[in-house]
């Protein structure tokens, strides 16, 4: 008897029968050079999706001990984070010597410093630190230059004490700055990039240091003064990890809502409306007000202040008997 083969010809060179069947596509294949060259023009990688759609249908005892696997797989995974303390997202107060001793410093400079969770890129990047023999603070600052391609650039050990002024010259002109690093390759790409800012110089640029944690933070800046030291342009300032300073041309500096460090704490008055129950109490006393009860102008004489003239029921009301018969207002 002929058996019927599961596997047809080979797609990717169709000569030969097929042996092998792709997990993931489930191309057919008849030989390792062809599996290859399938892999390399489908962009596959040949392992499986677990998490592939199948048809009930078409669902066996093979893909239900497959998902059985992976949901196990799962909980090992999240068991082995759960222990591992370096990779939970939690905000600690136990900071270590270095941050703690950071954080004090720049509180006694008027700057209040916060910090990220360990495991987040700027925190790993943050290297501020505070020399605790000769009491210096030395801080990462990040620039960014919006008109340069939006292009960054990380200062390393800059000493809190040091003109701003002397600190963006430096960094406007890499290759002859007096900063260490052993880059020359960026700093060649960054003074290429930066070339019309120095052609702009001091006078035509305006320093930007983002505002955090004040209202719509994500698009607010201060503005900074460059005859000043960096630490009074810090001061009385919030600062995540450390400074993230915006280096713009003073033509587009109306593009960026500047803060008033005056004014940024200070909220205008807003009058409140009137609410629904003051509106219907204020209605019923203006109703009540107005609850007169009506007249007959007709057979009623303002001048006369006789109850003979005006016959009123016991409720108040007039009564029929108040109106004459018309038979009798005719002969009359």
């Known amino acids: 008897m002929e058996t019927v083969t599961k596997l047809e010809k080979c797609e990717v060179c169709d000569k030969t029968q097929a042996k092998y069947s792709c997990p993931k596509c489930e191309v057919r294949t008849c030989s390792l050079a062809c599996c290859r060259i399938h892999k390399r023009d489908l962009d596959c990688n040949g392992i499986r999706d677990k998490t592939k759609f199948i048809p009930l249908n078409k669902f066996t005892d093979l893909d239900l001990i497959s998902d059985y696997r992976v949901l196990e797989e799962l909980g090992r995974t999240v068991d082995q984070l759960q222990r591992d303390g370096s990779k939970t997202f939690k905000f600690s107060n136990n ?11 720049a509180s006694q400079s008027g700057v209040k410093l916060e910090f990220l969770p360990r495991n987040f890129s700027r925190h790993q990047e943050n290297t501020s630190y505070f020399n605790w023999k000769s009491k210096e603070l030395f801080w990462t600052i990040e620039w960014i230059f919006p008109q340069a391609e939006n292009i960054k650039w990380i200062s390393k050990k800059v000493l809190e004490t040091t003109r701003l ?3 963006v ?5 890499p290759l002859n700055s007096s900063e260490k690093d052993d880059d ?3 700093k060649r790409i960054l003074s290429d990039k930066l070339q019309f800012y120095r052609g ?14 004040v209202e719509k933070s994500s698009s607010r800046f201060y503005k900074l003064d460059p005859t000043s030291s960096l630490q ?3 001061s009385n300032k919030i600062i995540i990890e450390f400074p993230t300073v915006h280096v713009v041309f003073k033509d587009h500096v109306d593009m960026y809502e500047i803060v008033d460090s005056d004014d940024e704490d200070a909220k205008d008055s807003i009058d409140q409306p009137q609410s629904y129950g003051n509106k219907r109490k204020r209605r019923q006393q203006d109703n009540k007000s107005n609850d007169k009860r009506p007249v007959n102008y007709l057979f009623h004489h303002e001048s006369s202040d006789s109850e003979e003239e005006i016959n009123k029921n016991n409720d108040g009301n007039f009564s029929l008997s108040s109106i004459p018969n018309y038979y009798e207002f005719v002969q009359t």
């Not at 010259?169 to 002109?173: H, K, R, S, T």
């Open 232 to 234: 009074k342009n810090l």
């Open 95 to 105: 900071f270590s010597a270095r941050e703690s001793k950071l954080k004090q410093r």
């Open 169 to 173: 010259e430096n960094v406007l002109d």
């Open 165 to 167: 002024s002397e600190l």
């Open 184 to 186: 020359e390759a960026n």
């Open 200 to 213: 702009a110089g001091l006078s035509g640029l305006e320093i930007l240091l983002k505002a955090e944690k």
